[in-house]
Nanobody, 128 residues
Framework: QAHLVESGGGLVQAGDSLRLSCVDS????????MAWFRQTPGKERDFVAA????????WYADSVKGRSTISRDNAENTVWLQINALEPEDSAVYSC?????????????????????WGQGTQVTVSS
């Protein structure tokens, strides 16, 4: 079972960069697809990025593609999300999530309902 804790959020200005971290204190981090989702009040949770259990494959939402990087270190049970050139529209609560198993297809990994474990989220606010 995963226990995920995010950090790294905060208040930044448009154009800045931010690096979010998510640490899993559970014993099987390297068996999960890991992903980041974000949510604003009154809206559904949106997929941001995902990384395969071995770090070989990644996938990004169009909204962040080209200006963000998801990475992981299985020895440290940690996944990161770096977002550059932040925009006010990036303001949201960012949550990391773990999907057990090693299947990898875009329909699966972008679907929040498929993820079994979630962190509490970290707030990112981008001022214009």
């Amino acid at each position: 079972q995963a226990h995920l804790v995010e950090s790294g959020g905060g208040l930044v200005q448009a154009g800045d960069s931010l690096r979010l971290s998510c640490v899993d204190s559970g014993p099987t981090f390297d068996s999960y697809t890991m992903a980041w989702f974000r949510q604003t009040p009154g809206k559904e949770r949106d997929f941001v990025a995902a990384i395969r259990w071995n770090g070989v494959s990644t996938w990004y939402a169009d909204s962040v593609k080209g200006r963000s990087t998801i990475s992981r270190d299985n020895a440290e049970n940690t996944v990161w999300l770096q977002i550059n050139a932040l925009e006010p529209e990036d303001s949201a609560v960012y949550s990391c999530a773990a999907l057990p198993g090693r299947l990898w297809n875009t329909e699966l990994i972008t679907n929040a309902a498929k993820y079994d474990y979630w962190g509490q989220g970290t707030q990112v606010t981008v001022s214009s």
